[in-house]
């Protein structure tokens, strides 16, 4: 078929789709490829903004055991060794300080455990994206070969 008879193709008579050349082809590659770069990125950084979300979750909990600890230790650990030692008169004050001292550490500790048990439910890494552009950068080393 000619070029006279390709502009003359009506409904009845297909036209001839050309080949592709290879520079039209390198750059439908290079395009696809910068296409897969920027999805990689934007999934990139939607991962690091969830794990960062459980970070800031976990910090808070964590940062917020040690405050309550401290100002519940502070506004308790006076009243309470006063009335310890009230009430077991035989119990000299040092030791009411050293119940009452005991039962904040403990509950500060048991705080400090749950958020270093959020801290490690979790990998703050964005494992899945790295993962993903690992196996595309090794598909195209491939490819190439």
């Known amino acids: 078929m000619t070029e006279t008879d390709v502009l003359r193709a009506g409904p009845e008579t297909p036209a001839v789709k050309p080949q592709p050349s290879i520079t039209e082809l390198v750059s439908g590659i290079v395009g696809d490829f910068q296409t897969l770069i920027k999805q990689q990125g934007t999934m990139l950084h939607a991962e690091i903004q969830e794990d960062l979300q459980k ?5 808070m909990f964590a ?17 309470l060794v006063e009335f310890i ?14 119940i009452v001292g005991g039962v904040f550490a403990a509950a ?17 890494l964005p494992d899945k994206t790295f993962n993903a552009l690992q196996e595309n950068l090794s598909w195209i080393g491939k490819s190439q070969k």
């Open 85 to 98: 030692y009230a009430m077991v008169p035989d119990l000299p004050k040092w030791g009411s300080w050293a």
């Open 108 to 124: 500060g500790v048991a705080c400090g455990v749950v958020g270093k048990n959020l801290f490690e439910s979790f990998n703050p």
């Open 63 to 79: 940062g917020l055991g040690v405050v309550l600890s401290t100002v519940g230790g502070v506004a308790l650990v006076f009243a």
């Open 55 to 59: 970070t800031k979750t976990a910090g």
